[in-house]
């Protein structure tokens, strides 16, 4: 099975795909340290050198490539990610997604002021619409966990008995994405 968390930045993606994959035995990607690594420089410097339209295009061609690789995992993906082109139907197609769901102001107060996100440096209400812009794509996952109040620890203890066969309500008609 391949399993895609998406949500925006603070929502937990990396930490809960950490845990999930200690859980589950699947590996873990994160496709922003793909990125880094392929680029060897960091997102931040990434975004001043070459602006975000470059970052999204190799954002993209780095999801598609790992989406496509064989066998189970879990990635994690960037904020931005299921917002760009037809990520999100790529993702869908391609593997479950899971939309790791947090209100603004829990957001915010964990990311801003964060120098390793570059648009976290945005002023609050230019955040808060950048969440409300990204709110209709994040809602396209199969899967919707709320993360208020819960530790990163109950939120992959969710996501597992989500994935489990026959258990949970996938958010599309019946589809809980491919296993
Ligand atoms: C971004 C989120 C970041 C990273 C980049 C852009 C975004 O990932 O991909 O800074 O546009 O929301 P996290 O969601 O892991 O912070």
Not at 20 to 29: A, D
Not at 132 to 140: D, N, S
Not at 154 to 173: C, D, F, H, T, Y
Request: net charge negative; proline share 4%; hydrophobic share 35%.
């Amino acid at each position: 099975m391949k399993v895609v968390l998406i949500g925006f930045m603070g929502s937990g993606k990396s930490t809960v795909g950490k845990l999930l994959s200690k859980k589950t035995s699947l590996p873990f990607v994160d496709l922003d340290s793909v990125i880094v690594e392929r680029e060897g420089r960091t997102i931040p410097e990434i975004f001043r050198e070459e602006g975000e339209e470059f970052f999204r295009e190799l954002e993209r061609e780095m999801l598609i490539s790992e989406l496509r690789r064989e066998g189970s995992f879990v990635l994690s993906t960037g904020g931005g990610a299921p917002a760009y082109r037809n990520n999100m139907e790529v993702i869908n197609s391609l593997a479950t997604s899971v939309f790791l769901y947090a209100d603004f102001e829990t957001l915010y107060g964990r990311i801003s002021g964060d120098g390793n996100r570059p648009l976290a440096s945005l002023e609050k209400e230019k955040l808060r619409e950048l969440y409300q812009k990204r709110l209709p794509f994040y809602r396209k996952a199969h899967f919707t966990v709320d993360t208020t109040g819960k530790t990163p620890e109950e939120v992959a203890e969710e996501v597992i008995s989500l994935l489990s066969v026959g258990k949970g309500k996938p958010n599309q008609e019946g589809q809980g994405g491919q296993t």
